[in-house]
């Protein structure tokens, strides 16, 4: 019996040896961060990063569409994370000096044209209409 509760105990250990749960959302979420703060290309960039079951959360709003996919790839390459999701919002480009259009206010144009006169209803029955 000992031979049995030894291979036993053995197998139980190997089994479980596979099955590490890897980093936490928490450690995941702090790797992310780490690795946006140091590519040069991102270090100003501000954006929210949270992790839920391994998947990341990027939200934010960021100057272009190649910053946007530089978030997504650094993210992607962190050891743990199983995806990547975004809600980045790549701002509107504005050059320098110039003010973002506004539409003009619509104004109510007045009208010129007389109103058509309504004819009055004819007074009850038995009397006859105005001519």
Known sequence: MNLLTAFVVVALLLGTAGCTRGPSDATITGRV??????????KTTKVSVSTNEKVVHLSGTVKSRDERA?????????????????DLVVAPEQKPGVKPQQKPAVQARARSEPRAQLKSTPPGPGVPPER
């Open 33 to 42: 961060k780490t690795a946006i703060s140091n590519d040069p290309g991102l």
């Open 70 to 86: 530089t978030l997504i790839a650094v993210a992607r390459k962190v050891d743990g994370v199983k995806a990547v999701k975004t």
